[in-house]
């Protein structure tokens, strides 16, 4: 009886002993759509199953323009998250701080996992340093989405939409009273810049240069300025695009409401857009973005150019034990069966080649030809540099692209203020 | 003697002990931050990782940064776009709703239900109203045969729609207080101005303005101050654009510290920002000292 009694005791005073060596991590994400946090709920769920030691409490930290204000409280606060999903681009900024746990180091102490399946552009922009500071999540890339039926009414044959200038007479036929052939992103955010981008690699132009191993914008080259040109012919010359919202290019209102043909966006509408054929009848689907073509771009060299985009996890320093454990979902996160489910429900791009070739999802390629345009574009996909300055480049380039569409300025010169004022702000510490 | 003493003493004690909570409170959320900030200024700081001190670069490049000037002086545009406009509508609601007519309560809480609404809220509000296919506003200029108007996507109208929006926001807690002022005024002045013939316009220049005065400054220096720390209707509305043509002081701040991480040269320019308050404080200090010395 005694012993019986002492055993309770024992038992009841050590359950919360082991049970306290569960190690409870922290997961910040901003997955917007309703699906794919239920998609993430069953895989963390499925995680901590095989990983009964570790549980992940995912939150949620809404808009994305508010994220970086978070953060910066939260580490003031000595709180931060363990884990935290977020645009690669904001890399180098962390790595700065310190209060980042360098990826490579946990790669290098991890003889079984296989760093070469996941796509080397993935981890190029994971970089700070020429070392790996975060690992990439899930990736997507940027395509024309178009109307068919408008497409139809009008003549056109989507197959031959190649060239800007393919893209200028297309949007010029599909504009009628009240609708526009295309849109142009108009605002001074990252949506706008990164798009813009696109148009700058395919009139062969560069972002940044290295020229002594330090690196100088080269965006105000005579691609920038036909990139640039281009936007503002679309719309004050030929009229054949309107702006988007300010700082809503993103939003594809415009598209589902059928008052625009053509637009650039991402494969994570797709849910969204398969919504609206419902209910709607929307007949669309999505092309290739075009090269600049022989009359932009003088030794045209027909480059196709999409940006990528996506998240990555960023794993906060805490102790050895939860980075450790923030290591082990980081892995599950990036291996092929994460991937294939993650991509088959949420329509972004798998980060690894394993998952990409798998049966399972070429066989959803086959049955969404829509994804497939992404998961094919993937080969032409440049990235944006995760130099620690590049928001700031970002956000001065964004003002001035502005400036250009609202003609304050001339393209050159607002390519030009942009570059020196990028040029000051990439040279500070220099000759320190 | 002794005993006096002590009893001094006790009433310090006394004193503090009853100022503390005061105290305390400011010094944590006031002071604090206050003193913090002005360090801050001096530093080269991404707001997470180490700081770096560089004197005073960050007030040296921040006269030099177009871009804060051109702040500036889009605070000043708002400022005056909305403070005496706001308080002409404000003075004009206090003395239509002051004389007894019916359904005064109900006008009076009309006009003051947009101050208890939260600014984000009411924005947003704003965004729809103005909405530039849509928006309420642009379909009656419509109706009545006008062009729509690019209220929130133009540089030309966006400072426009938020002095609007604010105006209309603010002018129902600034006819509170000139319903406080007009009851501090004796009738016994107008009843003697009505006995000597005066007219209505006659007595409002002559009695109301005069004697108002004092409630006008009050309310003019606030709405000043307030205005220079406006930040959330632009937040809602504008996110300082387009071109920036509504970023105004607080946005600039907020736009560098969390957007840019440049939370250093945030800190220079939010200290800017308290010294032109506190000149506007000493300025209302200094009128209304000399207005008592008159009266």
């Known amino acids: ?432 | 003697m002794v005993k006096q003493k002590s009893r001094y003493l006790s009433d310090r004690t006394a004193a503090w002990f009853y100022l503390a909570p005061a105290l305390i409170l400011l010094s944590i959320f006031v002071l604090y931050p206050t003193v913090k900030l002005f360090l801050t200024g001096f530093y080269e700081w991404d707001g997470m990782g180490d700081k770096t001190y560089i004197g005073l670069t960050n007030y040296r490049f921040l006269l030099q940064d177009s871009e804060f000037w051109y702040t500036v002086k889009n605070s000043f545009i708002f400022i005056l776009g909305t403070v005496p406009t706001g308080m002409a509508l404000a003075l004009v609601l206090a003395l239509l709703l002051q004389k007894k007519i019916r359904g005064r309560g109900l006008f009076r809480t009309l006009f003051f239900s947009p101050v208890v609404t939260s600014l984000v809220a009411a924005g947003l509000i704003w965004v729809w109203l103005l909405n530039y296919d849509y928006g309420i506003i642009n379909r009656l200029l419509m109706q009545l045969g006008f062009e729509k108007i690019p209220w929130l996507v133009s540089d030309q109208y966006a400072m426009l729609s938020v002095i609007m929006m604010t105006i209309w926001k603010d002018a129902g807690y600034n006819m509170i207080l000139f319903l406080a002022g007009l009851s501090t005024i004796s009738s016994t002045y107008y009843e003697a101005a009505r006995i000597d013939g005066a007219s209505t316009w006659q007595s409002f220049w002559s009695i109301t303005w005069p004697l108002l005065m004092p409630t006008t400054i009050f309310i003019m220096v606030v709405r000043i101050i307030f205005s220079f720390r406006t930040f959330e209707q632009i937040y809602a509305m504008t996110k300082g654009g387009p071109t920036g043509s509504t970023t105004v002081f607080v946005y600039y701040i907020y736009e560098k510290a969390f957007q840019g991480f440049e939370v250093g040269y945030a800190s220079a320019a939010a200290m800017v920002l308290l010294v032109l308050v506190l000149f506007f404080t000493g300025l209302q200090f200094a009128v209304t000292r000399k207005m008592r010395r008159v009266t």
């Not at chain 1, 409490?57 to 884990?83: H, T, W």
């Not at chain 1, 056109?156 to 009628?176: C, F, G, M, V, Y």
């Not at chain 1, 940006?307 to 990555?312: K, R």
């Not at chain 1, 345009?373 to 130099?387: C, E, K, L, N, T």
């Open chain 1, 1 to 432: 009886m005694r012993r019986v009694f002492f055993s309770m005791i024992t038992f009841l005073i050590g359950a919360p002993l082991l049970a306290a060596e569960v190690i409870e991590l922290t997961f910040w994400h901003g997955i917007e759509s309703p699906d794919s946090v239920r998609v993430l709920e069953d895989k963390i769920t499925l995680f901590e199953k095989q990983h009964p030691d570790i549980r992940i409490r995912a939150q949620n930290y809404g808009a994305a323009d508010q994220v970086s204000a978070k953060i910066m409280i939260a580490v003031a606060g000595r709180r931060p998250p363990d884990l935290m999903w977020w645009a690669p681009a904001f890399t180098g900024r962390m790595a700065k701080t310190g209060k980042i746990v360098k990826i490579g180091d946990l790669i290098a102490r991890d003889p079984d996992f296989d760093a070469t399946d996941i796509y080397q552009g993935l981890w190029d922009v994971s970089r700070y340093q020429g070392e790996i500071w975060t690992v990439p999540f899930d990736a997507n890339n940027l395509a024309l989405y178009y109307n068919k039926d408008h497409f139809a009414a009008a003549g056109i044959n989507p197959d031959e939409l190649n060239t800007w200038s393919d893209l200028l007479r297309a949007a010029e036929k599909l504009t009628t009273d009240n609708r526009y052939g295309f849109q142009i992103p108009m605002g001074n955010n990252e949506w706008t810049v990164w798009v813009w981008q696109t148009f700058l690699w395919q009139a062969d132009g560069e972002f940044l240069t290295k020229e002594n191993n330090w690196p100088a914008p080269a965006f105000d080259s005579a691609a920038g300025q036909a990139a640039l040109n281009y936007w503002m012919d679309f719309v004050h010359k030929y009229h054949a695009a309107n702006f988007s919202e300010p700082d809503a290019g993103y939003k594809t209102d415009d598209f589902v409401a059928e008052r625009i043909s053509m637009m650039i966006n991402g494969p994570w509408n797709y849910g969204a857009l398969k919504q609206a054929a419902a209910e709607t009848g929307l007949n669309y689907g999505a092309l290739f973005l075009p090269s600049a073509g022989p009359d932009y771009a003088p030794q045209d060299s027909g480059r196709r150019a999409t940006n990528i985009g996506g998240e990555n996890l960023f794993v906060f320093k805490s102790n050895p034990a939860r980075e450790q454990a923030a290591w082990e979902f980081a892995k599950f996160v990036m291996s092929p069966a994460f991937q294939v489910d993650w991509a088959l429900r949420t329509g972004y791009l798998p980060v690894c080649r394993s998952a990409q070739q798998s049966p399972q999802y070429q066989q959803f390629l086959a049955e969404n030809p829509f994804i497939k345009v992404f998961a094919d574009q993937m080969q032409y996909g440049h990235a944006r540099p995760s130099i620690p300055q590049y928001r700031k480049i970002s956000r001065l380039l964004g003002k001035q692209i502005e400036r250009a569409l609202y003609r304050k300025k001339s393209a050159a010169d607002a390519l030009n203020d942009a570059a020196a004022s990028s040029t000051r702000i990439l040279n500070k510490g220099r000759y320190r």
